[in-house]
């Protein structure tokens, strides 16, 4: 008998957990056969009806709990197209372009090496999350073992979709418009390299690459530059070459993140403001997402252009769900997620990269010269976490305390006024809350209003 599948794994976009101790082979063949059933019932089907695509990253156990993922979704019935060790947004890719009835990644995302995991994705790329498959999933995992094989089982088929999704994601851009620059390019031993590779090859860069080709040692640091350790080599190559730009990937490459010409990390608000700008050029009248933590500057500035800006919660299944709805050009998240309509509203670490390298050409600018005026008039305090024993009752202290401001509850509790603003949301996995707030005044009052919630929050 199987020992009990651990509940923790299942998180509230995706599943994820330490390989060995919490999914190895056999979680993964359960979970691959879980996946095909959930499927079926959201799409009153048949397993057997189901044409579902398979990608996995460079981590180490991928090939082998790859196998198990297939062997579980085929023996449910369904018919799987492998497209091999590939970046996540070509997962989603082939599930948008191919029309396929949904897909699994297997990756860890940014995490340590010990971590393994899957992203899970119907139709049309929508996300499986807490609110839609992935609570059904636990419970059809941890119910007991899945059953015998179906008869016959699903087919199996591979292809290398890396050329065609290459050429799709250069249909954004003036490519031969793009400047001659040098690049810092940190791919952090993840899927990066592998990905934007080829396309950058075409470009007219002097590329600096580091840790550019796909290890699942994971030897020189954490496929993560959200945190700051990660991302100190970047920037003093950035700095020791005078490079016009430096751009880093997480793990699975579905996410970038940039450093200007000066050596600061550009903030995720901000750099939403530049894409949507970039989108709108290009779309004027656009609608734009944002996610409740972000910066005015993106409001601001999708209106300045003539586009439509709408606050929106946090998360990609959100995002995707309601891009689809109103048929919104671009979403960017503080964190590093920017989702494009145009890409099946799948996230996407290629396309941000291509339009950010676009844009500095068409400006005519440095990074930095872009950023100035609104790093001059939008003063931001960054994500600051604090452990909360109970959330709810903190967040309710807050909305009292700040109830002459404009207070809603989106996703957490917001509070706006006319010249400072902050967010305040309960992690989903962790006893924390996390606090995000912004000054139109000074560097100064950011400061002193972030320390009066903070205060607050850790009385």
Wanted: some cysteine; charged content about 25%; overall charge negative.
């Amino acid at each position: 008998m199987p020992p009990a599948i651990d509940p923790a794994i299942f998180k509230a976009y995706d599943v994820r957990g330490l390989y060995g101790e919490q999914i190895d082979e056999d979680v993964a063949y359960r979970l691959g056969r879980g996946f095909a059933q959930v499927l079926a019932d959201m799409y009153d089907c048949r397993p057997a009806e189901l044409r579902l695509a398979l990608g996995r990253d460079m981590r180490l156990e991928a090939p082998a709990l790859s196998e198990r993922y297939v062997q579980g979704m085929r023996d449910e019935g369904a018919h799987v197209l492998d497209i091999g060790m590939v970046g996540t947004e070509m997962l989603y890719w082939t599930v948008g372009s191919r029309e396929l009835d949904g897909g699994l990644m297997c990756t860890a995302s940014h995490n340590p090496k010990a971590y393994t995991g899957a992203k899970l994705v119907g139709r049309a790329a929508l996300p499986l999350s807490g609110d839609s498959g992935i609570g059904e999933l636990c419970e059809i995992l941890t119910s007991g073992e899945p059953g015998p094989a179906a008869e016959p089982v699903g087919g199996h088929e591979t292809e290398d979709v890396s050329e065609p999704f290459r050429a799709d994601a250069l249909e954004f851009v003036d490519a031969p418009g793009i400047r001659q620059m040098k690049v810092v390019l940190d791919g952090g031993n993840g899927m990066a390299g592998q990905m934007c590779g080829p396309i950058l090859d075409g470009l007219a860069l002097e590329q600096i690459q580091l840790y550019w080709k796909p290890d699942g040692e994971l030897p020189d640091h954490e496929p993560n530059p959200l945190l700051e350790e990660n991302r100190r080599l970047i920037i003093d190559k950035v700095m020791s070459e005078s490079a016009d730009l430096g751009i880093a990937w997480d793990g699975d490459a579905d996410r970038c993140f940039f450093i200007d010409d000066t050596g600061r990390f550009v903030d995720g608000d901000f750099l939403t403001a530049l894409l949507a700008q970039s989108i709108l050029a290009k779309e004027p009248e656009a609608t734009i997402l944002y996610d409740v933590r972000a910066s005015r500057a993106v409001a601001d500035l999708v209106e300045a252009a003539g586009g439509t800006a709408h606050v929106n919660r946090v998360g990609h299944a959100f995002f995707k769900a309601r891009m689809r709805e109103q048929g919104a050009a671009f979403g960017g998240e503080v964190s590093g997620h920017y989702y494009f309509r145009d890409f099946y509203c799948a996230d996407s670490g290629t396309l941000p990269a291509l339009l950010i390298l676009e844009l500095l050409s068409a400006k005519r600018k440095k990074m930095s010269e872009l950023l100035e005026p609104l790093r001059s008039r939008y003063f931001i305090s960054g994500e600051i976490n604090s452990e909360v024993a109970d959330s709810d009752a903190k967040m309710e202290e807050i909305a009292s305390k700040y109830s002459d401001g404009s207070v809603t509850d989106l996703d957490g509790i917001s509070v706006d006024y006319e010249d400072w603003h902050f967010n305040v949301r309960a992690s989903n996995t962790e006893p924390l809350l996390r606090l995000n707030l912004e000054s139109l005044v000074s560097e100064d009052h950011m400061a002193e209003k972030r320390d009066e919630v903070l205060a607050l929050i850790r009385a």
